[in-house]
């Protein structure tokens, strides 16, 4: 059975894997951005590296927009995402946008080394 999604520390950043199974509805969404304030606490870090699939990549603008809010939570947060053969569409430019809106630095890649080079050389811890 597929696990929605995992959590763990990777030296200098959280690295969360979302597997088939999640779904960006706002239970999963409260409960993992839980977790990964807590995580990244426990760990004195503010980098995340997420990959797996693209949650949700038909969901609604409103929910675009209280997903990127929800990234707040933890202060000063940089965070990648790596998804394989990634395309940029209008909801993950809205996601980027409202992200930053709330000091949170987000970029989306097709490529995991480079996802980590642009964590490891821009964000502070």
Request: with cysteine.
């Amino acid at each position: 059975m597929d696990e929605a999604f995992k959590i763990e520390h990777r030296g200098d950043h959280v690295h969360v894997q979302f597997g088939a199974s999640y779904t960006a509805d706002p239970e999963w969404q409260n409960e993992l951005w839980d977790l990964l304030r807590k995580f990244c606490e426990g760990h004195d870090t503010a980098r995340i590296l997420a990959e797996g699939v693209v949650p949700a990549p038909d969901r609604s603008p409103s929910s675009v927009v209280e997903a990127a809010k929800k990234t707040a939570v933890i202060p000063n947060l940089w965070l990648a995402f790596h998804f394989d053969g990634f395309v940029p569409t209008e909801s993950t430019e809205l996601y980027t946008v409202v992200a930053a809106a709330y000091g949170v630095r987000v970029k989306i890649f097709s490529d995991r080394e480079q996802a980590l080079n642009w964590l490891r050389a821009n964000s502070p811890k």
